[in-house]
């Protein structure tokens, strides 16, 4: 986790030591509300069963510190290092080992020819009694502009790369037990998107949107059953950012 957070500490130091003509430092603190999409893993003999996980809405948290530069009237960039936290609570599981819920490209699914139903074998178990929760401390580089609307308003866009450690906590079912409890450091990126008021020089507030995803988590379910996904969330923030 040390190595991940250090990696994305150089890359921002490196942008933030190109000179420019303004500038402003500034630190900010950051939480919200992180709604985490479905995550799917490999489970049962074999890894023929599909594990889905939903869930119900958590919140996200984060520090940051960077550089603001003040050369247009109309558009300021921005770079800084995040560092943060998101989680969120597994509502329930789908346990799915059916045959034709992910046809390959050359597989045709069985039709009945009578009704026209689609065949599956296997079954899907829905469980509502789980526990567990899935999350992220992590650690972003950020490039961001500033579009002015008014002078006190703008437009905010930008994107983040960066590295995490994702841990999917004790997930279990009623009747399955555990069956993921592993993290895996990782890369991923954010899409950011919002609007800033600064009604003082020194004070920017800011409400965003964030769209994230953890690419290629490797994980080992309790079966020993290995699997490569993604976790991706929608971010709703608000931000308070002190200039000096």
Request: net charge negative; hydrophobic share 35%.
């Amino acid at each position: 986790m040390r190595q991940a957070f250090s990696a994305v500490a150089v890359l921002i130091l490196l942008v933030l030591a190109t000179p420019l003509q303004a500038q402003s430092y500034y630190i900010g603190v950051n939480g919200g509300y992180s709604d985490f999409r479905d995550t799917r893993f490999a489970y049962g003999d074999g890894g023929d069963t599909r594990v889905i996980g939903s869930y119900e809405g958590g919140e996200t948290v984060s520090v940051s510190i960077g550089r603001a530069s003040e050369g247009s009237g109309t558009f300021n960039g921005r770079t800084e290092l995040e560092l943060g936290f998101q989680r969120d609570r597994v509502s329930g599981m789908v346990f799915d080992d059916t045959t034709n819920e992910e046809p390959a490209v050359d597989d045709d699914p069985v039709v009945d020819e009578e009704t026209g139903d689609v065949e599956e074998e296997g079954s899907r178990d829905r469980v509502s009694d789980v526990s567990g929760q899935s999350e992220a401390a992590f650690g972003f580089a950020n490039a961001i502009g500033d579009f002015s609307l008014t002078s006190s308003t703008a437009l905010v866009g930008g994107f983040g790369f960066g590295l995490a450690e994702v841990n999917f906590d004790q997930h279990s079912a009623r009747g399955r037990g555990v069956v993921m409890d592993e993290n895996d450091i990782t890369y991923g990126y954010q899409l950011i998107g919002g609007l800033v008021w600064q009604p003082f020089s020194v004070l920017d507030l800011e409400v965003s949107y964030r769209y994230r995803s953890w690419e290629d988590i490797s994980l080992e379910a309790t079966n020993g059953v290995k699997s490569n996904l993604s976790m991706r969330s929608h971010n709703l923030i608000g931000s308070l950012r002190l200039r000096f």
